[in-house]
């Protein structure tokens, strides 16, 4: 499964992260890195005063994310340092491209480098496989979105890396957005309960979904006022009916996303039934990394 520009543009412009938002994650990560005595190795075998240039390179195709932290991880190590970003997040790379080139002082480059690189090439293969996905069904109407399913204390790049790779964002906390879930209509009574006690909760801002698992679970919600459902674990033929009540239902057309243990292999089953939404935790929880690296030239 190679990335395709037939659908997508080369580049999805993504607002950038601001740097308040990411350095505490630099900073926690540098810590781990250097504990009591920083990088002894480099102290060891590298004069003080050598100078250096790294190259930041791509060892497979893929899309880039991650740049930015790259960026302050060699900032906060050494703020001399030089970091020359050569292309940017979102964007569409071949294997063997220079991403950025970074010059500096050789013992700080190489007490930076694990840190940037460890960001770069998780998020970089989140967004690598968002654009996949995306990709897979760009010929259907389904958005892919993703979880609540992320790494703590990295939802917010997560996050962002997927919308870098052309996908969408569920909610990105418990306070954004209400998702009655199943154990919730269990511990409320009912449906009916869970949903008027929500929207009572919700005033005009605050979006309201509410998760079935039944055509007989949706029918109730619908009837209790539902405007977007999570059909959860759905095969794909209960889906289409799912989708079918939606959409001819008298009361207006009620959004749907499928949701359950989707992969890159059942995605096109899922979004051929019509949903408005896929949501696949998949994207921050079972990536793979892109292959980056970092090459002395000088």
Known sequence: MSISAAHEPATVVEPPLNDVLLLPLIQAALLEDLGRRGDVTSQATIPADKQATLTLTVRDDGVVCGLDLARLAFAQVDPDIEFKAHTQDGAAVSKGEVLATISGNARNLLTAERTALNFMTHLSGIATATRKVVDLVADYPAQITCTRKTIPGLRTVQKYAVRCGGGRNHRLGLDDAILIKDNHIAIAGNIA??????????????????????????????????????????????????????????????????????????????????VDFIAMGYLTHSTTALDIGMDFTA
């Open 193 to 274: 309960k869970a949903l008027q006690q929500a929207q009572q909760l919700a005033g005009h801002l605050i979006p309201i979904e509410i998760e079935v698992d039944t055509l007989e679970q949706l029918q109730q919600a619908i009837e209790a006022g539902a405007e977007l459902v999570l059909l959860d674990n759905m095969a794909p033929e209960t889906l289409r009916k799912a989708v079918a009540l939606c959409k001819n239902h008298p009361s207006g057309r009620i959004k749907t996303e499928a949701s359950g243990g989707i992969t890159p292999d059942s995605v096109v089953a899922v979004a051929q039934t019509g």
